[in-house]
T-cell receptor
Framework: DAMVIQNPRYQVTQFGKPVTLSCSQTLNHNVMYWYQQKSSQAPKLLFHYYDKDFNNEADTPDNFQSRRPNTSFCFLDIRSPGLGDAAMYLC??????????????FGPGTRLTVL | GENVEQHPSTLSVQEGDSAVIKCTYSDSASNYFPWYKQELGKGPQLIIDIRSNVGEKKDQRIAVTLNKTAKHFSLHITETQPEDSAVYFCAASWGGGSNYKLTFGKGTLLTVNP
């Protein structure tokens, strides 16, 4: 089945130690998103790629970076994780169409723990 | 920017009863309204969506209604089952491609009691 895959599902890192989360998709969608979701909150958009064009949200900390080497893969890099960065990280994809706003499809998420 | 208010924040119903979750949005330009179900420890799953050119959409036990004039939309779940228990998020958006932004409500924790 076509889908959005995130690895790992659970990641534990130490305070200040760089960590990379990965997302892949078999939907061949042009747009990929990264969201941060903290407990009992709605997902918060960090940034997204439209093809190779990177779009950063104004309030996304510089500590968060992203790479998209090809259509299928997108990575979230946290350069120096703090305790406040512990959260669920969600990847989503969408495909622009003439129907108007695009439908987003989410992956299962990566739960990040910072010790 | 867009602001989406969602009510109630928690909802508890008996199995077989109906559940209704309501959302209001602020930006009249919004034209797409998806609903997501999120189970504990999982990613949000799209369950139904509606575009501004229709007023109601139904899929088996789930229906969504949209009132563009009042800028509100609602999720209706009939004949609820324990497996419907989850957090439900409404969202609103406009545009597409690089201009696409999805604004979420704060979520509703639905509990269906057997």
């Amino acid at each position: 089945d076509a889908m959005v895959i995130q690895n790992p599902r659970y990641q534990v890192t130490q305070f200040g130690k760089p960590v990379t989360l990965s997302c892949s998709q078999t939907l061949n969608h042009n747009v990929m998103y990264w969201y941060q979701q903290k407990s009992s909150q709605a997902p918060k958009l960090l940034f997204h790629y439209y093809d190779k064009d990177f779009n950063n949200e104004a309030d996304t900390p510089d500590n968060f970076q992203s790479r998209r080497p090809n259509t299928s893969f997108c990575f979230l890099d946290i350069r120096s994780p703090g305790l406040g960065d512990a959260a669920m990280y969600l990847c989503a994809t969408s495909q622009p169409s003439n129907a108007g706003a695009d439908t987003q499809y989410f992956g299962p998420g990566t739960r990040l723990t910072v010790l | 920017g867009e602001n989406v208010e969602q009510h109630p924040s928690t909802l508890s119903v008996q199995e077989g009863d109906s559940a209704v979750i309501k959302c209001t949005y602020s930006d009249s330009a919004s034209n797409y309204f998806p609903w997501y179900k999120q189970e504990l420890g999982k990613g949000p799953q799209l369950i139904i969506d509606i575009r501004s050119n229709v007023g109601e959409k139904k899929d088996q036990r789930i229906a969504v209604t949209l009132n563009k004039t009042a800028k509100h939309f609602s999720l209706h779940i009939t004949e609820t089952q324990p497996e419907d228990s989850a957090v439900y998020f409404c969202a609103a958006s406009w545009g597409g491609g690089s201009n696409y932004k999805l604004t979420f409500g704060k979520g509703t924790l639905l509990t269906v009691n057997p």
